[in-house]
């Protein structure tokens, strides 16, 4: 072998050592990296967990103030309609116990006005009757 060829062949086995120690360092750095990754994720997780469970929470709360809403206009809504019924009904009533009297009123008022036409009628022939009898009358 010539010094030619022993110089490369050293040069080459000092850059493939410089490539491993270049490698194991790479290899130590990632694996550092990934640890801290890992520690960065743990505490994400942590500090994310109680944020989580308190949407959770408030999901749970936002869903049962949304059923008892429901509940109650539920019962605003029965309320109401059994209030118009009710209403109703009484309109109703206060119509029959007002219209029936004031029809049995006005045919009351109907059976006089026929009463005291028949009277004025009565007494308009009377009094004809007695204008015909006076100019007849000498005397």
Do not use: N
Not at 4 to 30: D, E, N, R, S, Y
Not at 36 to 64: G, N, S, W
Not at 86 to 98: D, F, M, P
Not at 121 to 134: A, C, F, L, N, V
Request: glycine content about 4%; cysteine-free; charged content about 25%.
């Amino acid at each position: 072998m010539t010094d030619w060829q022993l110089i490369a062949l050293g040069t080459i086995a000092a850059a493939l050592v410089a490539m491993a120690v270049m490698q194991v360092v790479t290899a130590f750095a990632l694996m550092r990296a990934s640890r801290e990754v890992a520690t960065a994720v743990r505490e994400v997780q942590r500090d994310i967990r109680p944020l989580i469970d308190k949407a959770t929470r408030m999901t749970d709360d936002a869903a049962r103030v949304t059923e008892l809403a429901l509940v109650q206009v539920e019962r605003v809504d029965r309320l109401v309609s059994t209030l118009s019924q009710r209403v109703e009904e009484t309109a109703a009533a206060v119509q029959g116990a007002i219209s029936r009297p004031m029809q049995q009123g006005l045919t009351l008022i109907a059976a006089f006005r026929g009463v005291m036409a028949a009277v004025r009628e009565w007494q308009g022939r009377q009094t004809s009757s007695r204008d015909d009898e006076d100019p007849l009358f000498v005397g």
